[in-house]
C-alpha cells in the first residue's frame, strides 16, 4: 500500500472518532448536525463510518457546527500537542498531492508569514517577543539552526517546528548550502 494511502486510511479514522466524540459531546444527533452544517446526513454517517475522503470545506463546515477547530477533526483523538499535529488533511487523486496540518496556534490579531534564506555561515539573532507569541518554522532547502537558550534544535528540509517566542533566540546555518524556510509569526 501506498504511504499516501496509509495516511489516508489514518486520517479518515482520525475524523471518524473525532466527529462521533465531539458529536456527542454537543449532544447532537446526526440529523441535527446535519442541518447545523449544510452537510447532508448521508455524508455524515459515511465520515462517522470512516468511509468517505471528504473535502477540506466539508470538514470545516462541520468543525464550525461542533464549535470546534478544524484540526480537532483531523488530528489523532490522544494527540493533545498542538504544536506537533503533522496529520494528512487531504490527499489528491495523483500519488503526492496531499496537504498536511502540521501544527496550529491561538492568535488574537494576526499571523504573519516570512520566506527566509540563510546563506552558509549567517547568524539572525532575535529578542524575545511579547507574551502569547509563537513561531512556526518549515525548512524547505538545507538546515536550519534554531538556538532556544543554549539548546540547538537542526530542523532539516521537510522539517518543521513550533516554538513560544517569548524568549532569546537565534537563527544560523551551520551548514555549506543556503537554509531556505518558511516562518509563520503567530500574534
Not at 458529536?23 to 441535527?32: C, E, G, L, Y
Not at 496529520?87 to 495523483?94: P, R, T, V
Not at 492568535?107 to 509563537?134: H, I, N
Request: hydrophobic share 40%; proline share 4%.
Amino acid at each position: 500500500m501506498h504511504k499516501d494511502s496509509v495516511q489516508r486510511a489514518s486520517v479518515l479514522q482520525h475524523v471518524s472518532q473525532n466527529v462521533r466524540r465531539l458529536r456527542h459531546a454537543a449532544d447532537m444527533s446526526q440529523t441535527a448536525l446535519a442541518e447545523k452544517s449544510g452537510v447532508s446526513r448521508r455524508m455524515l454517517v459515511a465520515i462517522e463510518a470512516g468511509e468517505k475522503n471528504v473535502s477540506l470545506t466539508t470538514l470545516d463546515r462541520v468543525a464550525e457546527a461542533l464549535e470546534v477547530a478544524f484540526s480537532d477533526l483531523i488530528q489523532a483523538p490522544d494527540n493533545r500537542d498542538p504544536s506537533r499535529i503533522n496529520e494528512l488533511a487531504w490527499a489528491g487523486s495523483i500519488p503526492g498531492s496531499k496537504a498536511v496540518l502540521l501544527s496550529k496556534a491561538a492568535a488574537t490579531r494576526e499571523v504573519e508569514q516570512w520566506e527566509w534564506c540563510l546563506q552558509p555561515g549567517e547568524v539572525y539573532p532575535s529578542q524575545a517577543d511579547a507574551e502569547g507569541w509563537s513561531e512556526q518554522i518549515f525548512v524547505f532547502e538545507g538546515c536550519l539552526t534554531l538556538m532556544l537558550g543554549d539548546e540547538p534544535q537542526h530542523i532539516a528540509a521537510g522539517e518543521f517546528f513550533m516554538f513560544a517566542s517569548n524568549q532569546p533566540h537565534t537563527y544560523r546555518n551551520d551548514g555549506e548550502v543556503a537554509a531556505r524556510f518558511v516562518r509563520n509569526v503567530v500574534i
